[in-house]
């Protein structure tokens, strides 16, 4: 069964103050990793997909790595905007048809 | 081009009552996902319907059941409803081209 541990639960960074979020995850093979930013209230958003190791995907201040055990979101010079909960979920091969698999997201809270 | 619409956003139902939730995939998308997600046990996958054939199914009771319709909109029943269902209850369609998923804003069920 395919497993996805995210930390840390919780995360309070000043504004401009870099990190980077975990997910490890197990899958029987990797179909697609997902990352997805979730607003209290709103559904998802989704942000990137990886599928191999060694692939990194950028959009504005975030960047996703994979690698063949977990992947990263580094959010760089974050603003308060960036506050959300970040959720990772996997696609695996034992997984019939779309079936993700989420882990318990990083709610980020960025202060001025 | 809209996303993925979920009505009604709000409801609030009774021990022992049933509920209908609807979703309207983006235009295009075959495939349709509902999720549930609660604080206690985050995103959890309930079902996936691709060309009205449910395609994979999680681990939930029988009380909770969908189907899909020729235009690809999706609805899902939960019967007998518990205090323990109430959720954020999430939809979320892709095409068969991509691999990732969009939500739509979700159905929040207050079960009293």
């Known amino acids: 069964e395919d497993q996805v541990t995210q930390s840390p639960e919780a995360l309070r960074l000043q504004e401009g103050e870099s990190s980077s979020l975990n997910c490890s995850y197990t899958?029987?093979?990797?179909?697609?990793l997902f990352w997805y930013r979730q607003d209290p209230g709103k559904g998802p958003e989704f942000l990137f997909t990886?599928?191999?190791a060694g692939e990194e995907k950028e959009k504005e201040r975030l960047k996703a790595t994979l690698t063949k055990k977990e992947s990263f979101l580094h959010i760089t010079a974050p603003k308060p905007e960036d506050s959300a909960t970040y959720l990772c979920?996997?696609?695996?091969?034992?997984?019939?048809?779309?079936?993700?698999?989420f882990g318990g997201g990083t709610r980020v809270l960025v202060k001025p | 081009k809209a996303g993925v619409t979920q009505t009604p956003r709000y409801l609030i139902k009774t021990r022992g009552q049933q509920v209908t939730l609807s979703c309207s995939p983006i235009?295009?998308?075959?495939?349709v996902s509902w999720y549930q997600q609660t604080p206690g046990q985050g995103l959890q996958f309930l079902f996936e319907?691709?060309?009205?054939?449910?395609?994979n199914k999680g681990n939930f009771p029988g009380r909770f059941s969908g189907r899909q319709f020729s235009n690809s909109r999706s609805e899902m029943n939960v019967s007998t409803l518990e205090l323990g269902d109430s959720a954020l209850y999430l939809c979320?369609?892709?095409?068969?081209?991509?691999?990732?998923?969009?939500f739509g804003e979700g159905s929040r069920l207050t079960v009293l």
């Open positions: 979320a369609s892709k095409t068969e081209n991509t691999g990732e998923l969009f």
């Open positions: 899958v029987s093979g990797l179909r697609g």
């Open positions: 990886l599928y191999s």
């Open positions: 979920a996997v696609r695996g091969w034992e997984a019939a048809g779309n079936k993700l698999t």
């Open positions: 235009s295009g998308h075959r495939s």
């Open positions: 319907y691709f060309s009205e054939t449910q395609r």
